[in-house]
């Protein structure tokens, strides 16, 4: 069964520190998705970025990157220089071809709060 | 703007009395979903609909109805809501849903106490 572990329930930090947000994925497909969303303090849950398992290709786009290694089944964020808009809960999800349809297993999340 | 809403933002309700929280999308996605989302528990799967008319459960659809007569509504409802159904909860959509790579996009959230 798949499943998706956030070891990190909430970490905090002050501005301007990167921090990394761990994911490690359970699945015994050898093709899937992995996903991150983000959850302000608002509410609404905003997609970040999507990962094939044959892409093992770091991506950066602007302060956000992520680091994808099949090796050790990890899809991990990092946010460098963070700032306090940054302080939300993030969660990594994960979506397997076999089921055959857009479903998703979301990790528990992990909540970061920058400091200013 | 491409969005997904759903009504009530919030809600108050008392057990027993039977409500719906509707989810309406303007993307013309095939897949729709609800999810509930619970402390320490991160967001777990109600029911989904692949299409017009197809529906299935998710991982939690104990106490929850959902109907998809229309493409672009997916109403989700509680015939006898019940406390441990206080949640927050989430309806999302995707293009096609019969590809485990469609992203997801969320509807705001309804936050729903039972009391």
């Known amino acids: 069964a798949q499943k998706v572990t956030q070891a990190q329930t909430e970490i905090s930090v002050v501005e301007k520190e990167d921090v990394t947000l761990d994911c490690v994925y359970e699945?015994?497909?050898?093709?899937?998705?992995l996903f991150w969303y983000k959850q302000p303090p608002s509410g609404e849950l905003v997609f970040l970025i999507r990962?094939?398992?044959?892409?093992?290709q770091n991506e950066i786009s602007g302060r956000y990157s992520w680091n994808f290694q099949k090796s050790t089944s990890s899809f991990n964020f990092t946010i460098t220089a963070s700032q306090v808009v940054d302080s939300a809960v993030y969660f990594c999800?994960?979506?397997?071809?076999?089921?055959?349809?857009?479903?998703?297993?979301f990790g528990k999340g992990t909540m970061l709060l920058v400091s200013p | 703007e491409a969005q997904v809403t759903q009504n009530p933002r919030y809600l108050i309700t008392v057990t027993g009395k039977k409500l719906t929280v509707t989810c309406s999308q303007n993307?013309?996605?095939?897949?729709m979903s609800w999810y509930r989302q619970d402390p320490g528990l991160g967001l777990r799967q109600i029911y989904y609909?692949?299409?017009?008319?197809?529906?299935d459960k998710g991982d939690v659809p104990e106490g929850y109805k959902v109907s998809r007569k229309e493409k672009r509504n997916f109403p989700l409802i509680l015939e006898s809501p019940s406390p441990n159904q206080t949640s927050l909860y989430f309806c999302?959509?995707?293009?096609?849903?019969?590809?485990?790579?469609?992203?997801?996009?969320f509807g705001p959230g309804t936050r729903l106490l039972v009391l």
């Open positions: 999800a994960l979506s397997e071809a076999w089921s055959g349809y857009s479903t998703l297993t």
């Open positions: 993307m013309n996605h095939e897949y």
């Open positions: 699945t015994r497909d050898t093709t899937y998705y």
């Open positions: 609909s692949m299409n017009v008319e197809v529906t």
């Open positions: 999302a959509s995707s293009l096609m849903g019969a590809v485990a790579q469609e992203t997801q996009y």
């Open positions: 990962r094939n398992s044959f892409d093992e």
